[in-house]
């Protein structure tokens, strides 16, 4: 009897096979399946592009300059053990300008920074974990001191200033991050959401960033 049903099934598989309708319907869903499980079993590399958007803090050791702004941070992670140790080189760029409760001149800077660092999760619980980053960097601050006006120059309390003076600066110091990282493992993207993002240097440089930050695996 199993015999017979079969022959019986094979006999129908081979009547449909022949139709120009089937096959089309075949190789339409053959071209579906193999997208699903493309789609469902891909496996990420270890490697991701990062990119974020925060607030910083920089200033140096003199308080030649000082200032508070926007920051941009763009980079690339590479999991180097078992998706909890990262290297992490970025790029983090910063706009500022001095405060306006001080008595000095206005200061308008930018710093750009490559850091080359090592982001390490030391807690983690399912996709949330806590992680650390230190490592070191080396840039850059350009900018501009004062605006070379009589308004400038009565706004100093020290000297009086009536012209600009140029920032122009090598910076080298340190890294030191603390963060909540959100990485689903079936997911193509995590989120970093960093507080605490100090960079330490020469002449005293001192950045304080807060950063929300996306990780794209590919």
């Not at 080359?116 to 650390?132: G, P």
Request: proline content about 2%; some cysteine; hydrophobic content about 40%.
């Amino acid at each position: 009897m199993a015999n017979k049903i079969l022959k019986f099934q094979q006999t129908i598989i081979k009547h449909l096979t022949t139709t120009k309708l089937m096959k089309k319907a075949l190789c339409v869903f053959l071209v579906l399946g193999l997208f699903i499980n493309k789609t469902y079993s891909q496996e990420f590399s270890k490697n991701s592009l990062s990119y974020g958007l925060g607030i910083g803090i920089s200033a140096s050791g003199s308080n030649d300059y000082s200032g508070i702004g926007p920051a941009l941070i763009i980079g690339y992670k590479r999991d180097i053990w078992k998706d909890k140790l990262r290297f992490n080189p970025n790029l983090t760029i910063g706009s500022y300008r001095s405060g306006m409760n001080d008595n000095t001149r206005d200061k308008y800077f930018n710093t750009v920074n490559l850091n080359l660092s090592f982001q390490f999760d030391f807690l983690r619980y399912k996709a949330f974990s806590l992680s650390v980053e230190t490592g070191g960097l080396i840039g850059t601050t350009n900018g501009l001191k004062g605006i070379g006006t009589e308004y400038d120059a009565a706004r100093s309390s020290d000297i009086m200033f009536n012209e600009s003076e140029f920032i122009n600066k090598f910076n080298y110091g340190a890294i030191l991050g603390f963060g909540l990282r959100i990485s689903p493992l079936k997911s193509k993207y995590a989120i970093n959401i960093s507080p605490l993002n100090l960079h330490l240097g020469n002449d005293g440089l001192r950045e304080l960033h807060s950063f929300i930050s996306f990780d794209i695996k590919l």
